[in-house]
């Protein structure tokens, strides 16, 4: 799979980890930074994903900072973005099934490496159950309520 993968400076390391892993196992890993562990700002690297998820770039992507929390909000602030942060494997591909998570948040003072790996590939190996009526109509309604809020040109308007 093609994904896209970005960290601020707290994250760095898990990042480095997770982009090796992934690329061993065969997948196609576009790091979008941070390159280094300097003090960086979270929202610059959440949408540096959004933004190419959005572009076609990667149908997927995955985002690490700290926390976790930081890059969620920020990332679910970037229309057609829909992002969750997962510490476990049944969140992981259940966001995915059932929600089309299309973003992977890991926090990493949260969760070490072997988890984050269990966590990418829950991620990875899941699809959106589309033939359910049930899934696809809440996923409907999700994205009425983000149509509500945007302008023409993508942007959000103000509440």
Same mark, same amino acid.
């Given at each position: 799979?093609?994904? #896209?993968?970005?960290?601020?400076?707290?994250?760095?390391?898990?990042? /480095?980890?997770?982009?090796?892993?992934? +690329?061993? =196992? %065969?997948?196609?890993?576009?790091?979008? %930074?941070?390159?280094?562990?300097?003090?960086?700002?979270?929202?610059? &690297?959440?949408?540096? #994903?959004?933004?190419?998820? *959005?572009? %076609?770039?990667? !149908? *997927?992507?995955?985002?690490?900072?700290?926390?976790?929390?930081?890059?969620?909000?920020? +990332?679910?602030?970037?229309?057609?973005?829909? @992002?969750?942060?997962?510490?476990?494997?049944?969140?992981?591909?259940? %966001?995915? /099934?059932?929600?089309?998570?299309?973003? #992977?948040?890991?926090? =990493? *003072?949260?969760?070490?490496? =072997?988890? @984050? &790996?269990?966590?990418?590939?829950? &991620?990875?190996?899941?699809?959106?159950?589309?033939?359910? /009526?049930? &899934?696809?109509?809440?996923?409907? !309604?999700?994205?009425?309520? /983000? +149509?509500?809020?945007?302008?023409?040109?993508?942007?959000?308007? @103000?509440?």
């Amino acid at each position: 799979m093609k994904l #896209v993968i970005s960290s601020d400076h707290a994250g760095f390391p898990l990042k /480095e980890e997770v982009r090796a892993y992934l +690329a061993k =196992a %065969g997948h196609e890993v576009i790091d979008l %930074g941070a390159y280094n562990a300097e003090p960086s700002d979270y929202p610059d &690297f959440a949408e540096k #994903v959004g933004d190419a998820i *959005r572009q %076609g770039v990667a !149908k *997927r992507g995955i985002l690490i900072c700290g926390s976790g929390v930081g890059v969620c909000v920020a +990332a679910n602030k970037i229309p057609g973005i829909r @992002a969750g942060m997962c510490h476990d494997t049944y969140s992981a591909h259940q %966001g995915v /099934e059932h929600d089309d998570m299309n973003v #992977v948040v890991l926090g =990493a *003072r949260i969760i070490g490496p =072997a988890l @984050a &790996f269990e966590v990418v590939d829950s &991620f990875i190996k899941a699809v959106f159950c589309a033939k359910e /009526e049930r &899934f696809v109509r809440r996923f409907n !309604k999700v994205l009425a309520i /983000e +149509a509500k809020y945007q302008c023409g040109d993508g942007s959000r308007t @103000a509440v």
